[in-house]
């Protein structure tokens, strides 16, 4: 098992940065991608971004692309969720989560079995 903690929410105005962090303990070596999730109140958990821990391959949905960016420190065995531009639809729990085999650009949360315990991130306008 792998264990996440998250660091770096908190409240920023519109347009405003954040950089979110997540470190990894534990069973790191079974690792092989890591990822960002999102709920906002009343609303599903969805998908943010992930990375593949060898390699570096990144991917992120729709509505965070050209404003997020998932980076990774293997050394640290720590991921990273750099957010700029951020707008009021941004709020909500962010979530680091990891898997053991995930599937090419699997965006589903089945897919990750590791997760940390959420980190609030608040966007005023």
């Known amino acids: 098992q792998v264990q996440l903690v998250e660091s770096g929410g908190g409240l920023v105005q519109a347009g405003g940065s954040l950089r979110l962090s997540c470190a990894a303990s534990?069973?790191?070596?079974?690792?092989?991608?890591m990822g960002w999730f999102r709920q906002a109140p009343g609303k599903e958990r969805e998908f943010v971004a992930a990375?593949?821990?060898?390699?570096?391959?990144?991917y992120h949905a729709d509505s965070v692309k050209g404003r997020f960016t998932i980076s990774k420190d293997n050394a640290k065995n720590t991921v990273y969720l750099q957010m700029d531009s951020l707008k009021p639809e941004d709020t909500a729990v962010y979530y680091c989560?990891?898997?053991?085999?995930?599937?090419?650009?699997?965006?589903?949360?089945?897919?990750?079995?590791?997760w940390g315990q959420g980190t609030q991130v608040t966007v005023s306008s």
């Open positions: 989560a990891a898997s053991t085999s995930l599937p090419y650009n699997s965006r589903r949360m089945e897919d990750f079995g590791s």
């Open positions: 534990g069973r790191t070596f079974t690792t092989y991608a």
């Open positions: 990375i593949t821990w060898n390699g570096g391959r990144a």
